[in-house]
């Protein structure tokens, strides 16, 4: 597939050096730093034509070899013109991780941005309704960080008991 | 002429009476939540048929059955959800773990999956296997029914001796003290409270 457009695009908004372009067999990836992000996407989805948010993730590095940075957080795009997608990362810190949300320019984004919020802790700002998705709201921890414990602290063993005599 | 007695009845005790409907007339509720259900609906179906030993009325609402079927992985968020509709179910009334899931987490170590629902409700026979084949649902109902013969009674009495939870020891025990933290628990939202430090 053929980036030259898309780059070109990124070229004239951001400048040349605000951002970081890699390729891995056919994944298009374009590497932003977290200030900047919200303008690149605005710039995708406007001019570039990247009107569907296929996916929006996070991955936590700690413990990984090499990285600078806790989270990083990968917005997939999609063409559907065209059939162009690019990967767009991006890198956020303890100890407030947070993003602005882009909820405005995709509606998609509304409960991806609440799954990440859900399992990693990342705020994103300006979204209408970030609460947990998938866990009881009380939860106080965020599962998928690589710090917590694969058995949890123990919330799954916060219930009252039933004995037969009072059921 | 002398007055003969009518030849249709019989004497018999009422607990015998209250065991013998009981038994062969279980209702199940299945609280199918994983792979085990589908085991639990071929048990219900023709092939199978659970209908021969009287336990074919499958209600899906509780305040119809008698007899709980927990099929399946049940995860923290449900267990409010199963605890609720163990109550709901009418007095007398039994309950089957089944498969290994529901009797005791199974693979599923996880900070998301309760590690057995004997922890929080009472029950009465465990089903191994993952999933178990229907010929072993069909003996744990079989033994349910063994059970309501042996020690049932026509108000329950037999239910009001077991007041202390019947759980194994409570995993906190098992884990290492990091992991541990000491809060009170809030049945709400079914999570409990601590420092993230």
Partial sequence: MDHRSTLSVLRSQLGEQAFVTSEFRDNFRIEVPAERVLDALLALKDQAGFDMLAELTAVDYLHYPNARDRYGVVYCLLNTTTGERVFVKTFVNDPDPCLPSVFPLWKGADWLEREVYDMFGIVFEGHPDLRRILLPEGFRSYPLRKDYPLRGRLERHNFPVIPRAES | MAVRPNENFLITQLDWLANFVRANSLWPMPFATACCGIELMATASSRYDLARFGSEAIRFSPRQCDLMIVAGRVVMKMVPVMQRIWLQ??????????????????????????????????????????????????RAVLDIQEKVKRQGTLLGREFEERKAPERPRPLALELAPSEKIVAPGSVRTATQEWDVN
């Fill in chain 2, 89 to 138: 179910m009418p007095e007398p009334k039994w309950c089957i773990s089944m498969g290994a899931c529901a009797s005791s987490g199974g693979v599923f170590d996880t900070y998301a999956v309760v590690q057995g629902i004997d922890r929080f409700i009472p029950v009465d026979v465990y089903v191994p296997g993952c999933p178990p084949r229907p010929e072993q649902l069909i």
